[in-house]
């Protein structure tokens, strides 16, 4: 069983580095139109050499886009490739199922040398299996929060260009340029996106897409009536930034309130998982017997499913809409 786990484990280590050695090996291929045309000038003026080890870098990476084309076609598969975006990863789907693998590989590796027990072999490879999810929903979060923060000072600005005489689309750039990540690179995405062709409307639902922020969609929604209906931008654009300011202190505040019965859910739910480990490495023996067949099995098992119902209940108390 050992000898099955470690192998299990370098299998998941070579596929990881297989991943990176062919990221490091050729030169990212952009999905920009500009960048595509530049890359194809230098590539007449390259060596033949250069020509043959460009090519086959251009293989591996058309090999991997492929896999990875084919992973996307997958309903689930494709809303991760939205999730890894949103958070910010520059990972494809290959890449993160690679790393998932070696996490769950490398937990089941873990949890047998500890105990030498199946169920905490089992156990351990699940949690490693879940560790990548929550990584990837703490990102997107996270980004998410900083990019809603960062609204306000976007239409002010936006506000304050189209006043002094910027179209939308030159108050975009100015933004681009001006605001930090994660704001300044994504309007910079929708200006690029705009001069490659695509309409003003269609980037930045594009946007609103990529980042899934309800703030973002009440902009993009005022613009859009705007845009059928006509009127001053930038005293629409002034109100919707009032309006954002005022939920992002609000929400603020209901974090500071709330933050006592959310810290008290994480631990609740912490407490039983970090006893069980301690106890499973103490005395596995004794532990095991949790896990042996008939009536005794129903004490994980609803242990379980209470946790996760005190967890759902507790998140439902308090989260507050605003």
């Keep these: 069983m050992e000898i099955l786990f470690l192998v299990g484990l370098l299998i998941a280590l070579a596929i990881l580095l297989l991943f990176i050695g062919v990221g490091k090996a050729w030169e990212q291929v ?10 194809e000038q230098l590539a007449r003026s390259r060596t033949p050499t250069a020509r043959r080890t460009t090519r086959l870098s251009e293989s591996a990476s058309e090999m991997v886009q492929g896999i990875d084309k084919i992973l996307r076609s997958l309903s689930i598969l494709d809303a991760l490739a939205y999730a890894l975006q949103r958070g910010g990863l520059k990972l494809t789907v290959t890449e993160y199922l690679g ?50 923060t960062q609204l306000g000072n976007v239409l002010m600005q936006l ?3 189209m006043k002094a005489g910027y179209g939308l689309l030159q108050a975009l750039d100015f933004v681009s340029r001006e605001m930090p990540a994660p704001a300044g690179p994504e309007f910079a995405q929708v ?33 859009r009536i705007q845009h059928d209906t006509g009127g001053n931008l930038s005293e629409i654009l002034e109100t919707v930034a009032h309006t954002i300011r005022e939920r992002v202190r609000i929400k603020g505040e209901l974090r500071s309130l709330t933050a006592q019965q959310r810290y008290s ?44 119902v005190g967890i759902f209940v507790i998140q439902r108390i308090v989260a507050i809409e605003v």
């Design 30 to 39: 952009s999905s920009n139109r500009i960048d595509d045309y530049i890359g």
């Design 99 to 148: 790393i998932w693998l070696l996490c769950v590989t490398s937990g089941a590796a873990l949890g047998y040398v500890i105990s030498r027990n199946l169920w905490t072999t089992l156990v351990t490879a699940i949690l490693g299996g879940v560790l990548p999810h929550i990584v990837v929903r703490l990102r997107e979060a996270t980004r998410l929060h900083a990019f809603n």
């Design 159 to 161: 506000s304050g260009s």
């Design 191 to 223: 200006v690029r996106d705009v001069k490659l062709g695509l309409s003003l409307m269609d980037a930045l639902d594009n946007l609103a897409n990529r980042l899934g922020s309800e703030d973002l969609m009440l902009i993009i929604t005022a613009i």
């Design 265 to 308: 859910g994480y631990v609740l739910a912490a407490l039983p998982i970090i006893m069980f480990f301690v106890l499973m490495v103490l005395n596995p023996e004794y532990e095991s017997r949790l896990f042996s067949p008939g009536l005794t099995l129903c004490i994980p098992i609803g242990a379980l499913l209470s946790m996760i």
